[in-house]
């Protein structure tokens, strides 16, 4: 309606410029009406449905916007039972009823209602579970259905109904257990520990009733006492798996449980008796064997006192409660030993005295049994003082020659001050210093290398050789044979002279192993390590053979 509103007055604001060449200017009246189910313009005419109409009137366009709303009619049949609430009226009997009613458009709405009246009320109430029973209107109803209330209205003149649907469902009662258990019995997942009468109850759905369980339980426990104890220091009490240590006097007790659960609580009184501590002392000027009997002992034995001070002691095995006493009693004898010494030795590496090997510093003391005037022992106490020899931690240079010539060789150690010094075997040379020169060596020559430490004076002695025409053909004697090569224990020597003597030495021109050969045709190598070493032989003849082997593992 608004949308054709807009239109007309758009058309009749148009209107007046489409006349104006003829005519002047004309008012515009709109009338925007809505009316019941008809009107009756200016114009004369009746309208009965939505119309827009221009009327125009002298210098006057008249505009009319309508709409037309119908008046409503409404008719209803109902049944009822006591009575019925209409309009905010309530109403009891048979007939019809008109009632005019104003629509949101201002229209009458004319409504009626045709009412029947059964005379009764019905009312459903929500279905009811009940275990075993239920009571409703003062009565206890135990059996499933449909049950009614009529109550009679006489202000209405009618009956109310009220109907209640019922289930029952049964409940379920189990016979009652009676039990008779030891300490303790576990029942529908509960430990009970005292005797009682216990009931359960177990609900399953909301429509089947609770399951109720009965139990009449009787406990019982197995007790003991035992008689009143007295006990030395402590007691430690053993049932079963369990230990109590008892170190105070008091009552106690103990409980054990069986394999079934069944507890046994045994209770005792205990006497502890306090530890005594036995220390007695000899007064004497004397040393050697005295003569003493502790408490408790039958007779006297002899115990060796052998220096100032000393102590004597006896282990008590028996601790019963009469001899309740500590393990350990003291007897001192006072006297002063004839000698005591203390030395000071200074040794290189370690120092062997009275049957022990020293290989660090100390501080240790011998007691000699050497017995004096008075019976007393002598000491002798010793300083020992070890210094570690200087290690060769190296030797090079020219320790295999392949035919005759010079040679220069070298040494080193781990200590810095060490001093060297070269005796040559053969020749009887001797030379100082960490590297020297031999000049014409037209053989292999064995020398004692001796590292020296000048402050301790400790030294190491190796033996080192040049060996001469090692691995050139031709040069030595050919018809001398080793095997096997390699080797993992024995190298047999075979050839037409006899070996007098054989030197193996390792690839630094160490000797590893010298052997007489004197009789033999083998040297052992088992104990080598795996490598290449060289074998020099010397033979009866006074000439020197150099052949190389392997050690294999």
């Not at 059996?143 to 379920?172: E, F, K, Q, R």
């Not at 035992?226 to 230990?243: A, H, R, V, Y």
């Not at 004898?333 to 005591?340: G, N, R, S, V, Y």
């Not at 224990?489 to 010298?514: C, F, K, M, P």
């Amino acid at each position: 309606m608004k949308k054709s509103l807009f239109l007309l007055i758009m058309l009749a604001f148009a209107f007046p410029f489409a006349m104006h060449a003829q005519n002047a200017s004309k008012a515009v009246v709109v009338d925007s009406i809505t009316a019941c189910d008809s009107l009756t313009w200016i114009d004369g005419v009746k309208y009965t449905e939505d119309a827009n109409v221009f009327f125009p009137t002298g210098d006057t366009m008249h505009i009319l916007v309508l709409h037309i709303a119908n008046s409503a009619t409404i008719s209803e049949n109902v049944e009822f039972g006591c009575f019925y609430t209409w309009h905010d009226s309530i109403v009891v009997e048979n007939g019809t009823y008109i009632d005019t009613l104003t629509t949101a458009m201002g229209c009458d709405s004319i409504v009626t209602l045709v009412l029947t009246k059964s005379g009764v009320h019905a009312d459903t109430l929500a279905p009811v579970t009940a275990c075993g029973s239920y009571e409703w209107m003062e009565n206890e109803l135990t059996a499933s259905g449909n049950y009614s209330d009529t109550v009679h209205s006489d202000l209405y003149d009618c009956d109310s109904v009220t109907v209640l649907p019922l289930t029952i469902a049964t409940s379920i009662s189990f016979p009652t257990d009676t039990v008779e258990a030891c300490g303790q019995y576990t029942w529908h997942g509960e430990t009970y520990t005292e005797s009682d009468t216990y009931n359960v109850t177990h609900s399953a759905t909301e429509v089947e009733c609770d399951s109720l369980f009965t139990l009449v339980l009787t406990l019982t426990s197995l007790t003991d006492t035992l008689p009143e104890q007295s006990f030395c220091e402590k007691l430690e009490w053993i049932m079963g798996n369990d230990t109590l240590v008892i170190t105070d006097s008091g009552f106690y007790s103990m409980t054990v449980v069986d394999g079934e659960g069944c507890p046994t609580t045994t209770y005792r009184q205990v006497n502890i008796v306090a530890l005594r501590s036995v220390f007695d002392t000899i007064d004497t000027v004397k040393c050697g064997t005295v003569t003493y009997r502790f408490e408790g002992d039958a007779i006297r034995d002899q115990y060796k006192i052998s220096v100032a001070d000393s102590t004597i002691s006896k282990l008590f095995s028996n601790r019963t409660v009469g001899v309740c006493r500590d393990s350990l009693s003291v007897v001192r004898c006072h006297a002063k030993p004839i000698a005591q010494r203390t030395d000071t030795v200074d040794a290189c590496d370690f120092f062997a005295w009275e049957e022990n090997v020293y290989t660090i510093s100390t501080f240790d003391s011998i007691i000699y049994s050497k017995q004096a005037a008075n019976g007393c022992d002598s000491i002798q106490r010793m300083f020992i003082r070890i210094t570690p020899s200087p290690t060769i931690t190296n030797v090079g240079g020219d320790l295999q020659l392949a035919h005759a010539g010079d040679a220069t060789i070298f040494a080193t150690s781990n200590q810095s001050n060490a001093e060297f010094t070269w005796d040559v075997n053969t020749t009887g040379e001797s030379f100082e210093g960490d590297t020297i020169t031999l000049y014409n060596v037209t053989a292999s020559t064995d020398i004692l290398l001796t590292v020296t430490n000048p402050v301790s004076g400790c030294y190491t002695e190796q033996w080192v050789a040049v060996l001469v025409g090692v691995g050139i053909d031709g040069m030595e004697n050919t018809s001398l044979h080793i095997y096997p090569n390699p080797t993992a224990e024995r190298l047999h020597i075979e050839g037409d002279e006899a070996v007098r003597e054989a030197t193996i030495y390792n690839n630094l021109g160490q000797s590893v192993s010298r052997y007489n050969m004197e009789g033999r045709n083998e040297v052992e190598v088992s104990d080598l390590a795996k490598g290449v070493y060289t074998l020099q032989l010397l033979l009866q003849n006074g000439e020197t053979v150099t052949r190389k082997f392997v050690v294999s593992k």
